[in-house]
């Protein structure tokens, strides 16, 4: 029986070949644009406090399309958004397939549609270009505060066409924005480093972790502390940082340490939405057991992080 053999020469002469079949059989594939929503059905959406920017991005998808630029018409979608509220907003139990039980859901737990006061929304068509796969519809979001906290709104969007006329991914064509808790510049992801230390002692206990800063109000973020459970409030005003106590049975008497002022230095950044900068702090927690008081020194790095 005669054997053949291949050798890696005949393989690579070979290889311009094969990629060139490749590429010439996908020259002659087409598949016309697909228009979606990637962030399509209902979102939570944590919006900055006052006013911000929000990108919902619309995508087509094809290879070798005929459409080489595309407007995208995107709708408010009050008829859909009247709808989900309807469905959301009550329940029905049911045995063999007939209803026991209708409830109305509490006001207070009804989503409702968002007031015009606090959005304002582009033109209607999103433009996206030659070859590219995406585009922004970019929402301008106002009047943003605390007030909102624990509230349902929502914005309902749909695609509606295009300009030419292309493929619509129905299941993809809607999305409903939830506002979750609007958020302050300062909240968000961080990296944390640094270290406890006790006065009589060598001790030290190293910090390296990722945390995440909440919103407590428009200039205080809270963040984890060293000890399980512990939360320590991190106030900014006036370009001063302060450093207290989060609420709870046990504070820990939290304090800022005299002659040596945490600092903030860093600025908002639009593509993020939120502050990027680094936090240094500087301050000292209490233990209290068998009627001793332990004094501890913290100093914390608290690195912008994603």
Same mark, same amino acid.
């Given at each position: 029986?005669?054997? +053949? ?26 598949? @016309? ?51 989900? +509220? ?29 007031? @015009? ?14 070859? @590219? ?10 009047? +943003? ?72 109000? @428009? ?34 008497? +939290? ?52």
């Amino acid at each position: 029986m005669r054997r +053949i053999f291949i050798t890696s020469i005949t393989l690579l002469l070979l290889s311009p070949v094969i990629f060139w079949s490749c590429e010439k059989g996908l020259d002659n594939v087409q598949y @016309e644009s697909t228009i979606y929503f990637p962030l399509s059905g209902f979102n939570d959406v944590s919006l900055l406090q006052g006013e911000s920017t929000y990108d919902l991005a619309v995508y087509r998808a094809g290879i070798n399309q005929s459409q080489k630029n595309l407007e995208v018409e995107v709708v408010y979608d009050q008829a859909g958004g009247e709808a989900f +509220i309807n469905d959301s907003n009550n329940y029905e139990l049911t045995f063999l397939g007939f209803p026991i039980l209708f409830k109305d859901i509490p006001e207070e737990d009804r989503y409702k549609l968002l007031p @015009e006061g606090y959005y304002t929304l582009p033109q209607a068509t999103v433009s996206i270009k030659g070859d @590219e796969v995406r585009s922004f519809y970019s929402i301008n979001f106002k009047n +943003i505060t605390d007030a909102l906290n624990g509230t349902k709104y929502i914005l309902p969007l749909k695609i509606v066409g295009t300009n030419p006329e292309a493929t619509l991914l129905t299941e993809k064509s809607s999305v409903i924005l939830h506002l979750a808790n609007p958020r302050n510049v300062w909240a968000g992801l961080y990296k944390s480093l640094g270290e406890v230390s006790t006065s009589g002692t060598s001790d030290i206990l190293k910090i390296d972790a990722q945390c995440e800063a909440l919103t407590i109000d @428009e200039n205080t973020i809270s963040i984890p502390g060293p000890l399980n459970g512990m939360k320590v409030y991190v106030s900014i005003s006036n370009n001063q940082v302060t450093v207290t106590s989060g609420v709870g049975p046990e504070a820990y008497n +939290i304090q800022d340490i005299s002659g040596q002022p945490s600092t903030y230095e860093g600025a908002f950044n639009e593509t993020y939405q939120r502050n990027k900068g680094d936090f240094k702090l500087y301050y000292t927690y209490e233990i209290v057991a068998n009627g001793v008081t332990t004094v501890y020194t913290v100093e914390e790095d608290l690195k912008f992080w994603l």
